[in-house]
């Protein structure tokens, strides 16, 4: 398999939040790198386009997209947010 991540990931295992439409899921971050992340999650749940990562114990707070998707994990990209002026 080609390697196409630009930042070298980091195994961590911390429990996280992603919210999206006024929902939270809870989620386990398996690993992460400046650019985006894996999680885990209980349950099978059908995500937007976009949607919020939250580490509470780390004040991480990152807007993200799916990149890719087995039943339970996810990879995600962090994305900038666009500051309007």
């Known amino acids: 398999m080609n390697e196409k991540r630009t930042a070298q990931r980091y195994r961590v295992f911390k429990g996280g939040t992603i919210t999206f439409?006024?929902?939270d899921v809870a989620c386990t971050v398996r690993n992460m790198s400046t650019g985006g992340?894996?999680?885990d999650l209980d349950a099978?749940?059908?995500l937007p386009a976009s949607f919020t990562l939250?580490?509470?114990r780390d004040?991480?707070?990152r807007n993200c997209r799916?990149?890719?998707r087995t039943d339970r994990r996810i990879g995600l990209a962090f994305v900038q947010s666009s500051a309007t002026m």
């Open 21 to 23: 439409e006024g929902s």
């Open 37 to 39: 992340a894996a999680i």
């Open 44 to 46: 099978t749940v059908a």
């Open 54 to 56: 939250s580490i509470k």
């Open 59 to 61: 004040q991480f707070v």
């Open 66 to 68: 799916t990149v890719w």
